[in-house]
């Protein structure tokens, strides 16, 4: 098992670079480009969120965690983490908007993309925790 945590301000710049960072770390262990797409769409959009929803007012104090556990032959955890205002679970809808709407496709689109999806709020820590199993052939390595 390997984890990695990687931490910024959320910012829009800041949200779409921990993506790609994490998406760098994934590619070590996972060869299928289209799953990385995938995983890095999702990765964006969850921290994105972060950085739009999470906060009331910019500040260097606020706080965005990307936590990513990857166990080899199995799955990938990734846990989006804030310490803002959070989200109610049942105000969330998870259906596809009108194609006119302009935004809330996001959470749509990474309940669809990932195997499981969980909200969690503990102590002040707001997390989305996605799961994606990963096939025996999309793997790089294993071990």
């Not at 990513?68 to 596809?96: L, R, Y």
Request: proline share 4%; aromatic share 6%; charged share 30%.
């Amino acid at each position: 098992m390997h984890n990695f945590v990687l931490k910024a301000v959320p910012t829009p710049e800041e949200s779409r670079e921990i993506a790609r960072k994490a998406v760098h770390i994934l590619r070590q262990f996972i060869a299928d480009e289209d799953l990385l797409h995938d995983i890095d769409l999702v990765l964006t959009e969850g921290c994105s969120n972060v950085a739009r929803h999470a906060y009331d007012n910019d500040a260097p104090c606020n706080r965005l965690e990307l936590t990513m556990t990857i166990v080899p032959d199995k799955h990938v955890v990734f846990e989006i983490s804030d310490w803002g205002k959070g989200i109610c679970s049942q105000s969330i809808n998870f259906a596809m908007p009108a194609p006119e709407a302009v935004g809330g496709r996001g959470m749509f689109i990474m309940s669809e993309l990932m195997d499981e999806f969980e909200l969690i709020q503990d102590k002040g820590k707001n997390t989305i925790k996605l799961t994606r199993k990963i096939k025996e052939e999309q793997w790089l390595r294993k071990e």
